[in-house]
């Protein structure tokens, strides 16, 4: 079982919900690998009487034909989505684009999703400066913080919010796959055992087998013994840099996204 709910993210949880009388609009970042899993029912829940606006990021690392599909799902719904790589400041900027629509006059929004999704990347590169802290590890912001985007248009950042309770277990191995989750709160060997699985299942040639990793990477220590532990990290790092190429862990029509 993989669960990870601090304290910080029920404080979060709650200050949201307060903060959401302030804005007039909610972008929430969902890794595009997994735009299923990635979404927070109860960020859904609080945010519901809000307009809102999906980030799918890390475009770059999700398969474009997958995500083409969650756009059109999206719109089906009645949200508006965008699929964007942070790195490319003509995506980014089309979230400005779309605040300034929703409010003419002055927009003020909220950026929410779970750990790791990309909120504090997007931030900084609508700002093109390092304001919110970044790195590529889950739980990194604390705190909310607000920042000018334009004269008229302000966003706050806010901590990733994981669900209290992952239920599905193949939801808990993907978000763990992705970063949503600290390593620490998880058996690498058992995530990336179950994403090679998922990968054989689905005939992904580029994607190579766990021992054949291994092999190839010299994860042997003296005697023969295997490295298995540094190995399945290695792994599951390498499928989450974009290394295997670009792969998305759900569809519209998987039987949990639906």
Known sequence: MIQWYPGHMARATRKVGEALRLVDVVVEAIDARVAHSGANPALNRLTAHKRRIVALTRRDLADPKTTRRWLDTYAQRGIDAIAIDAREQRGVARIVTMLAAANPASARAMGVGIPNAGKSTIVNALLKRAAAKTERRAGVTRRTQWFRLSPR??????????????????????????????????????????????????????????????????????????????????????????????????????????
Do not use: C, N
């Not at 239920?167 to 992705?178: F, I």
């Not at 990968?199 to 298995?228: H, I, M, N, S, W």
């Open 153 to 258: 248009i302000e966003l706050m950042d806010t901590p990733g919010i994981l669900m209290p309770k992952i239920a599905s277990q193949t939801s808990q191995w993907k978000l763990a796959a992705v970063g949503a989750v600290p390593s620490e709160r998880y058996d690498p060997q058992e995530v990336a055992g179950r994403l090679e699985r998922w990968v054989r299942q689905r005939d992904l040639g580029r994607v190579p087998p766990l021992d054949a990793f291994t092999a190839e990477r010299g994860f042997v220590q003296r005697g023969g013994k295997v490295d298995a532990h540094t190995a399945a990290q290695s792994y599951l790092r390498a499928f989450d840099q974009g290394k295997f190429g670009r792969i998305s862990l759900e569809s519209p029509d998987d039987a949990e996204a639906t």
